[in-house]
């Protein structure tokens, strides 16, 4: 269910940079940001660590990577 998530997060982020283009490190940085914002912050101290290295391991490397993959399809360009 988070891949949805994900995913839907990454269509409404391309269709932002469509309209008004951040550059890539402020693009990133936002992501980062909107995704620390997601932890709950309130969970019992021994829960907060993994809450918090779960977004950054699991959720921001597989956004990032969708986001590519979709720029990737849109140019047609092989990866590099």
């Known amino acids: 269910m988070w ?14 940079q469509v309209e008004s283009p ?3 490190s402020e ?5 980062y940001q909107g995704l ?12 907060i ?3 918090a290295v779960r977004e950054v391991t699991v959720s921001l490397p597989t956004l990032i990577l969708t986001l590519c993959l979709n ?3 849109h140019r047609n360009t092989p990866l590099s």
């Open 27 to 31: 693009l990133v940085q936002c992501l």
């Open 71 to 73: 720029d990737h399809e």
């Open 22 to 24: 951040l550059p890539e």
């Open 49 to 51: 660590e993994g809450l």
């Open 36 to 47: 620390m914002g997601s932890v709950d912050w309130t969970a019992r101290p021994d829960q």
């Open 3 to 16: 891949f949805v998530y994900l995913l839907q997060i990454a269509a409404a982020v391309k269709a932002r």
